[in-house]
């Protein structure tokens, strides 16, 4: 079992930055990918961000490419997702998530299957 745990959600002016965290700790895989999602309230989650088991590989959702920035650290076993310029739009709760079937990047939802409780970001206008 791998359990990811999300950490440094917060608030946060629009305009401004935040650094998310992603541990995972128990049963560690090697290969795996990693993602982010979000969910507002009211709507499902969507996909952010993702990285391939390398790094070489990332993918991210539109209203995100520019301003968010996927990266890991294989030895800490952790995922890192820097937003930068946050929009009130932004605010969410912002889950990690594992894919441990795949060694790339992807944006589907149903290929991951490990979870962490998620962290809220809110972003003020």
């Known amino acids: 079992q791998v359990q990811p745990v999300e950490s440094g959600g917060g608030l946060v002016q629009a305009g401004g930055s935040l650094r998310l965290s992603c541990a995972t700790s128990?049963?560690?895989?090697?290969?795996?990918?990693m993602g982010w999602f979000r969910q507002a309230p009211g709507k499902e989650r969507e996909f952010v961000a993702a990285i391939g088991w390398t790094g070489s590989s990332t993918a991210y959702a539109g209203s995100v490419k520019g301003r968010f920035t996927i990266s890991k650290d294989n030895v800490k076993n952790t995922v890192y997702l820097q937003m930068n310029n946050l929009k009130p739009e932004d605010t969410a709760v912002y889950y990690c998530?594992?894919?441990?079937?795949?060694?790339?990047?992807?944006?589907?939802?149903?290929?991951?299957?490990?979870w962490g409780q998620g962290t809220q970001v809110t972003v003020a206008s």
């Open positions: 998530a594992v894919d441990s079937s795949r060694y790339y990047a992807s944006s589907n939802i149903e290929h991951y299957d490990y």
């Open positions: 128990g049963r560690t895989f090697s290969g795996y990918a």
